[in-house]
């Protein structure tokens, strides 16, 4: 019976690792926007059998990473500037929610994370590496949704987010300036100080409606 129990646990990490794998891959940039994710290829590449790369291309697509084409399989997602609208869209009524509960929730140590991530998105901008400020922009903003204190939120600002930062990273044209993405953190971070939880709603939902419209306008004109 414990040799069982062993060989599950086993199993459940491997196909974890899998998808651990397969999503930083994605988010980090190493495959395109359109490629095609070969199972057999992939389990060569990982070491293992194609059921654990089945089942993380799976709950990849249902993160909105991965889409299923006929006669393709399994693709990297592409979003349109529709799919950015309705993300920013959710976004800034979970966000504004979270940032009035954290507000009451965080403490000193809290906001000084805040604070020094904030700086380590000024430090990316000006060392040009958009991969790093966008991963920063999102810890950024999954920090203010887990002091929310809401679990189910958190889930599924992630999935959001997850979409938000494959496409920034992945995307063939910057559509925004990078000083600019990281400067409009500064009236959320100074809000979160102030503990002002009307204030903080405030700034969270003209920093979605600034950053969510340059984006989408970028799209636009980059098909008209």
């Not at 679990?151 to 920034?168: C, D, G, K, N, Y």
């Amino acid at each position: 019976m414990a040799k069982a129990h062993l060989k599950k646990i086993k199993q459940r990490l491997i196909r974890d690792d899998v998808l651990s794998s397969l999503r930083a891959a994605i988010l980090e940039g190493s495959f395109q926007v359109g490629e095609q994710l070969v199972e057999t290829e992939l389990a060569e590449q990982l070491g293992t059998s194609r059921g654990p790369v089945r089942e993380a291309l799976s709950e990849l697509a249902r993160e909105g990473l991965v889409v299923t084409l006929p006669y393709k399989g399994a693709v990297v997602a592409e979003l349109s500037a529709s799919d950015i609208r309705e993300i920013y869209e959710l976004r800034t009524v979970l966000e504004s929610y979270a940032t009035r509960l954290a507000v009451e929730n965080a403490t000193s140590a809290d906001i000084d994370l805040l604070q020094s991530l904030y700086e380590e998105m000024g430090s990316a901008a000006r060392a040009g590496d958009l991969s790093a400020l966008v991963k920063k922009d999102v810890e950024f903003h999954r920090k203010i949704c887990h002091l929310s204190g809401n679990t189910r939120l958190l889930e599924i600002w992630s999935s959001l987010a997850a979409q938000v930062r494959m496409f920034l990273v992945l995307a063939d044209q910057v559509f925004f300036e990078p000083d600019f993405i990281v400067e409009t953190h500064a009236p959320l971070l100074k809000a979160m100080r102030t503990k002002n939880p009307d204030l903080a709603e405030r700034a969270v939902k003209k920093h979605m409606s600034e950053v969510g419209t340059t984006i989408m306008r970028a799209m636009e004109e980059k098909s008209a």
